[in-house]
Nanobody, 122 residues
Framework: QVQLEESGGGLVQTGGSLELSCVAS????????MAWYRQAPGKQRELVGQ???????TYEDPVKGRFTISRDPAKNTVYLQMNSLKPEDAGVYFC????????????????WGQGTQVTVSS
């Protein structure tokens, strides 16, 4: 059982930056992967990026070059640094942990946080 708690959401202007945090109740080095997802009103939840236990990160096209995932194993925390924010980045951001493969390149995550709201004003 892994509990996840996100924080750091808020209101930011277009072009601004925000850093989200996700604290896990277990060692993140023992979790095979962690991810950030987001869900905008009326839309499906979408993957933002992932980080494996070995530190390998991947990002979805809409955020490449603007968002960065990092982690601090000593604090069992994963971060999402968001720069050059756009109105379309707004939504609830979720942290997820422990993935299982569905098909090549696609995974299902088992543990989820409650989410943190990000609002981007134009």
């Amino acid at each position: 059982q892994v509990q996840l708690e996100e924080s750091g959401g808020g209101l930011v202007q277009t072009g601004g930056s925000l850093e989200l945090s996700c604290v896990a109740s277990a060692s993140i080095l023992e979790i095979n992967a962690m991810a950030w997802y987001r869900q905008a009103p009326g839309k499906q939840r979408e993957l933002v990026g992932q980080v494996t236990s070995g530190g390998y990160t991947t990002y979805e096209d809409p955020v490449k070059g603007r968002f960065t995932i990092s982690r601090d194993p000593a604090k069992n925390t994963v971060y999402l640094q968001m720069n050059s924010l756009k109105p379309e980045d707004a939504g609830v951001y979720f942290c997820a942990a422990q993935r299982t493969p569905l098909r090549p390149g696609f995974y299902e995550y088992y543990y989820w946080g409650q989410g943190t709201q990000v609002t981007v004003s134009s």
